[in-house]
């Protein structure tokens, strides 16, 4: 048998496409065409970059994070690397290559075009009859939020509290009567004065708003809510519409309601 002999070094030139090699109904071919179509929707004034510094198109970012997220792929540093090494990502994106940091300035400044590229899904899904969602099932999950159930501010401590920074003479049996989170908070190094104080009423307004006694330290926008075990948890209240054709996801939302009434629009 004769054995091959292997050259490393010998130099090859090789004529591909970015789509070479990708499947005629890929869901990434699929994607190109969508947010080709759509894209002039969302009515983008894009301004160029600096001179010398080119910025990325918005249309091809679109559909490198939407890609992406629909892979899985939701670490903005993972996104960037399968951007400059991964075919398909290079086909869909249209060859950029931007950094972690350039397509996380870029979700922030237009995630909220995100939201209208999903209703413009569900248009384009009408369009082409896949379904005329007269069937929409519509159901509500609690998510338990990310502070612990004993970590909250009773009102009438966030009351002391709110005297003690606006310079009001307190005695040491009301401070010693302060619960343990609210003397932690006191005692809160890695937040200024000033910003203590602005917490403090944003806590007395999301009170107010809701009604209850207590306040999650890490999360006030969170709310008591009851679980499917009956027990009263930190939680939010998230929301879904879905198709019961297609599984198309029409909607979700996230609510600070601890019931499901009055969320259908």
């Not at 993972?78 to 249209?94: C, D, K, T, W």
């Not at 709310?223 to 930190?234: A, L, T, V, Y």
Request: net charge negative; glycine share 6%; aromatic share 10%.
């Amino acid at each position: 048998m004769v054995k091959k002999v292997i050259d490393n070094v010998q130099t090859r030139f090789v004529y591909t496409r970015l789509d070479e090699g990708i499947h005629g109904d890929d869901c990434s071919r699929f994607l190109v065409r969508f947010v080709d179509m759509f894209y002039p929707v969302l009515d983008l004034d894009e301004v160029g970059g600096l001179p010398g510094c080119p910025s990325y198109p918005p249309r091809e970012m679109f559909k490198l994070v939407i890609y992406g997220f629909y892979r899985g792929v939701t670490s903005i540093e993972m996104l960037s690397e399968m951007a400059e090494f991964h075919q398909i990502y290079r086909y869909v994106s249209g060859d950029i290559k931007p950094s972690s940091r350039i397509i996380r300035r870029f979700i922030q400044k237009y995630g909220v075009y995100f939201k209208i590229l999903l209703g413009c899904s569900l248009i384009f899904a009408n369009e082409i009859n896949l379904t005329d969602f007269n069937h929409v099932a519509v159901d509500g999950s609690i998510k338990k939020a990310d502070n612990n159930r004993f970590n909250v501010i009773h009102k009438d401590d966030m009351e002391i509290l709110i005297k003690y920074y606006e310079g009001d003479f307190l005695s040491v049996e009301e401070l010693n009567k302060l619960r343990k989170p609210a003397k932690r908070f006191i005692v809160k190094e890695d937040m200024g004065c000033e910003d203590k104080i602005e917490l403090l009423y944003e806590m007395k307004t999301q009170l107010t708003m809701s009604g209850q006694d207590t306040i999650p330290v890490n999360d006030i926008e969170s709310r008591w809510m009851q679980n499917k075990d009956g027990q009263s948890q930190i939680s939010y209240n998230i929301q879904s519409a879905v198709d019961t054709n297609t599984k198309l996801i029409c909607a979700v939302n996230i609510t600070q309601n601890p019931t499901d009434h009055d969320e259908l629009s």
